[in-house]
């Protein structure tokens, strides 16, 4: 944290009802202590997936005496390799969050693994991969991730009614943001139903993504056009006025008077990719109540440096609605772009994953056959 003034202002933003969660993780980060370092310092979960383990497992040596035992003890298989690494980290890191996890009244303090990105398509194996994966790693503030496509909403449903804490990724339209929360409502009223008591302690986020959709709308745009860079913010917010509403019905009232928890819509993909855009416009503008925003490093250190907490997020909902008509006036189809944009980060999960495999089995399996 060396390289902020203060840390006041996660802190600020806490206050204001918005947990700031860390979008990176790895195992030199756990050892160094600068995971724990970050957390006494206002963050309060971790969002991780296979782009980020490909990147911390590709580039560092710490994570080659456990592969070399694993293969040692037997393990030939890459998946099942990665799978183990995965779980020591989140393990850890867990562990590192417990605190907050149990101070936050099991509201907070929690880390997220995805499935394998390559079922993303297939609900029973998203299932049977998430029960699996929540067993294994036996923490009760482990999120399992699923992709927000209509085969994930099932998986959603099914792994709540299970008591299995969910965080919904991939989610690009409100469409499919409103199914989610359908889908994490149902399953809370499938485990009532089922006679379980323990509604208050399942949890689940929506992982709505922002600066991905001004890439593409931006794009598609005039260069003079004075709409760029303002699709994204505004579509979060029409999403959040969904979710108030869909957690204000008599059914999800019912579910609440059962210690049913709100599912929290979680704002990804928030460091700008326009570097003409002010870089923490993606948290100045998205500040709530019950909202979590992920970040990575470098968007923290610039929000500590010189960002503005203050709630944004309910203010000027009626702009958005007016700018989201005047894109669409210019023929930008949401519905085509945001269909496309989760194809599209399926896709990039997907090759993160294979790429990890594939180079799990160069590093070591040509050397140990």
């Given at each position: ?133 929540f067993s294994r790693i036996s923490r009760p503030n482990v999120m399992i ?225």
């Amino acid at each position: 944290m060396s390289k902020t003034k203060s840390t006041n202002l996660i802190k600020e933003t806490n206050k204001l009802g918005q947990s700031i969660w860390l979008d990176s993780l790895s195992r030199e980060m756990i050892d160094s202590g600068d995971l724990e370092n970050l957390i006494s310092n206002g963050i309060s979960g971790i969002t991780s997936n296979p782009t980020i383990f490909e990147k911390a497992i590709s580039s560092s040596n710490l994570y080659d005496s456990q592969i070399k035992g694993l293969i040692k003890n037997g393990e030939k298989n890459s998946e099942n390799i990665f799978t183990h690494l995965a779980v020591e980290d989140i393990k850890k890191a867990s562990d590192l969050l417990m605190a907050t996890y149990i101070n936050s009244g099991k509201k907070d303090g929690f880390v997220s693994i995805e499935v394998n990105p390559q079922l993303a398509f297939n609900s029973k194996q998203s299932i049977e991969e998430g029960k699996e994966l929540f067993s294994r790693i036996s923490r009760p503030n482990v999120m399992i991730k699923i992709p927000g496509t209509n085969e994930g909403m099932l998986a959603i449903t099914t792994l709540i009614s299970n008591g299995i804490n969910v965080n919904v990724t991939l989610l690009f339209s409100r469409k499919m943001y409103r199914e989610s929360a359908k889908a994490y409502i149902k399953g809370l009223k499938i485990r009532k139903e089922n006679g379980f008591e323990d509604l208050e302690n399942i949890s689940s986020v929506a992982s709505f993504f922002i600066s991905r959709i001004d890439t593409q709308v931006d794009k598609n745009l005039p260069s003079e056009s004075n709409l760029k860079g303002k699709a994204a913010i505004s579509n979060a917010k029409l999403a959040y006025k969904d979710s108030l509403a869909l957690f204000k019905t008599r059914e999800f009232e019912e579910l609440s008077e059962s210690g049913a928890n709100v599912q929290r819509l979680l704002w990804a993909s928030t460091s700008v990719k326009d570097l003409s855009f002010r870089d923490v416009m993606y948290v100045e503008n998205l500040i709530g109540k019950n909202t979590v925003n992920t970040l990575p490093l470098d968007t923290i250190f610039a929000f500590l440096d010189h960002g503005i907490s203050k709630n944004t997020l309910e203010k000027n909902i009626l702009e958005s609605s007016e700018i989201i008509n005047a894109l669409q006036s210019q023929n930008i189809n949401f519905e085509e772009i945001t269909s496309k944009l989760l194809i599209d980060g399926v896709t990039q999960f997907e090759d993160s994953y294979k790429s990890l495999i594939n180079g799990l089995e160069d590093k070591f399996f040509d050397k140990n056959k």
